[in-house]
């Protein structure tokens, strides 16, 4: 594929200048749905927001590709723990649409503590002629009702409801970082720190624990959960990833409690690489199975890795992402930078990784011709049709008029949440509280 993405569209907050951005609307997740017609952003402040891929009119033939705002509601409130003395945030952690069953769409979101699932529905069509109720809706005088009529059906406008179906809460002692819902579209799972939870998406007031890392002392505590996933087409398997950098794989039928994993990968660490910062760096921050699930992509702070699930020893690919920090670890440490999570996605084939980096840069990479490119996401470079261009980070020696120092990079510009589109090459990112959607230009103009 080329790797020259232009943007196509920048959805932004109307009416609410730059400067008054409040920390809650910084998005916090981005999700596309199975087939790509929807995208969902969650934030800060617990609203998600849907957009909407309009189709392709005959008078303007590249408006396909276009995600205009379909609904914004709000997902979880601030609540307080009376229990434990403890505020828990609005954020929306993580958000997975559930495949497509009948007209309807649904999601679930999820903060620290609970789990939302959510109905999308559309209605452009409303009754009229009721024989018991008046326009206004208001019961008739059963005296008055002298006939019968038919009531029919009249056009209305287009009006997007969205309604929380079920409410799963009380399953988790610590922070969910990641949902997954699995191939048989009737149970997902949540994991928290140190649990992952089995639920069935009918029942709110039981969940299975399927894995409990917690040891008996807290203080023999070595490594926490980070991400988990359940693979795409076999359901009894899931993968999580651990602060240590390793990836276990676990089969539900060996046991109900999946301690005992079936694969353990993990990469045996160069001794003359170890440093104080080694263990940090090392941890993973994002698992992702390949849509054929023969692969797994994992990111930890400096790389990015492709897992084979037939061999443990070693990934079969690494990727660099930021090495040219590798100098800078001291100064990320003391200002939190190196605590920060980012993501992975894989595009529709399985040949091309992106993830993303600081100063709003993302890094893509293809795994066939081992190219790689590193692009910005900015106003600036994101006008209607602008080609975005690649971007390079200059270490030392000579400088191209274009290139940006490693000196110079903003930390507080960071890309941590993106999406790919699921057959296409539209991807989504998250700068801080701005939307960016970029489409292929070679794909594009195959159209």
């Known amino acids: 594929m080329g790797l020259s993405f232009f943007s196509k569209h920048l959805p932004i907050q109307e009416g609410q200048p730059w400067a008054l951005r409040t920390p809650a609307d910084i998005i916090s997740t981005v999700e596309f749905n199975h087939t790509g017609e929807l995208l969902a952003t969650g934030d800060k402040g617990g609203r998600v927001v849907i957009f909407q891929r309009e189709p392709e009119s005959k008078n303007a033939p590249h408006s ?16 307080f723990d009376y229990l434990k003395s403890l505020e828990i945030e609005e954020k929306i952690n993580k958000i997975k649409w559930l495949p497509q069953q009948n007209a309807a769409h649904s999601l ?29 809706g208001k019961l008739k005088d059963l005296s008055t009702v002298t006939s019968l009529q038919v009531p029919v059906l009249k056009p209305m406008d287009l009006m997007v409801e969205v309604s929380p179906r079920r409410i799963f809460a009380n399953g988790h002692t610590y922070h969910i970082n ?14 928290d720190d140190l649990r992952i939870n089995l639920w069935h998406l009918a029942i709110t007031d039981r969940s299975f624990n399927i894995v409990d890392i917690k040891p008996a002392n807290m203080e023999d505590l070595t490594e926490v959960i980070t ?44 001794p003359s690489n170890r440093s104080f910062f080694s263990e940090i760096i090392s941890s993973v921050s994002d698992v992702k199975f390949s849509h054929s699930g023969r692969y797994m992509l994992t990111r930890d702070y400096l790389t990015v890795k492709v897992w084979d699930l037939n061999m443990e020893a070693r990934p079969i690919e690494t990727y660099q992402v930021h090495d040219y920090l590798r100098s ?91 999406a790919w589109h699921p057959a296409e090459n539209i991807i989504a990112i998250a700068a801080t509280n701005n939307l960016y959607i970029f489409q292929d230009k070679v794909n594009s103009d195959m159209h």
């Open 64 to 79: 396909q590709g276009e995600y205009d705002v379909y609904s914004t509601f709000q997902s979880h409130e601030p609540e």
């Open 108 to 136: 679930l979101s999820t903060n620290d503590k609970t789990i939302k699932l959510w109905k999308i529905t559309e209605r452009d069509k409303r009754p009229e002629g009721y024989n018991l109720k008046d326009e206004e």
């Open 178 to 191: 990641s949902i997954s819902v699995n191939s048989d579209c009737e149970t997902y799972m949540s994991a």
């Open 227 to 270: 991400a988990s996933e359940f693979h795409p087409h076999h359901c009894n398997l899931f993968v999580y990833s651990s602060s240590k950098g390793s990836l276990r794989l676990c089969d539900m039928r060996a046991a109900a409690l999946c301690d005992k994993h079936s694969k353990l990968f993990e990469e045996p660490e160069d």
């Open 328 to 418: 800078k670890l001291c100064s990320l440490y003391e200002n939190d930078c190196i605590f920060d999570k980012f993501e992975c996605a894989w595009n529709g084939s399985d040949s091309v990784i992106m993830t993303g980096a600081y100063n709003n840069f993302f890094r893509m990479f293809d795994r066939n011709t081992k190219r790689d490119v590193t692009l910005e996401a900015s106003r600036e470079s994101s006008k209607p049709r602008a080609v975005l261009k690649p971007r390079r980070v200059c270490v030392g020696g000579k400088r191209r008029r274009d290139d940006i120092s490693v000196d110079s990079l903003d930390f507080t510009k960071k890309i941590l949440h993106t």
